[in-house]
């Protein structure tokens, strides 16, 4: 079974950057796609990046050119670097995995899902 693990949340100034990690324990992250989803309190999930088996990214437009999306197959993690944050960027933040090779961006694509990490941009 894949689990996820985030890591790396807590509170930053507005114009900080803080980098998101999400580890797979015991399993290999070579053959699924990881994408980032984050929730502010009373909107909907919505997605923010994902980066495929093939290291092909994508982001949504409220992110784009701040954040970056990677992956280190060595260590079964992904990344996710935040900088240039806005405190509309608060939110609880989701990584999730899917063993597709061309899963997108829309949260039914995705079967494995992390607990959820707190970013708080606050000054």
């Known amino acids: 079974q894949l689990q996820l693990v985030e890591s790396g949340g807590g509170l930053v100034q507005p114009g900080g950057s803080l980098r998101l990690s999400c580890a797979a324990p015991?399993?290999?992250?070579?053959?699924?796609?990881i994408a980032w989803f984050r929730q502010a309190p009373g909107k909907e999930r919505e997605f923010v990046a994902f980066i495929r088996r093939s290291y092909s990214t994508y982001y949504s437009d409220s992110v784009k050119g701040r954040f970056t999306i990677s992956r280190d197959n060595a260590k079964n993690t992904v990344y996710l670097q935040m900088n240039s944050l806005k405190t509309e960027d608060t939110a609880v933040y989701y990584c999730?995995?899917?063993?597709?090779?061309?899963?997108?961006?829309?949260?039914?694509?995705?079967?494995?899902w992390g607990q959820g990490i707190q970013v708080t941009v606050s000054s």
């Open positions: 015991g399993f290999t992250l070579d053959y699924v796609s």
């Open positions: 999730a995995a899917s063993i597709g090779p061309y899963s997108g961006d829309r949260s039914a694509e995705y079967d494995y």
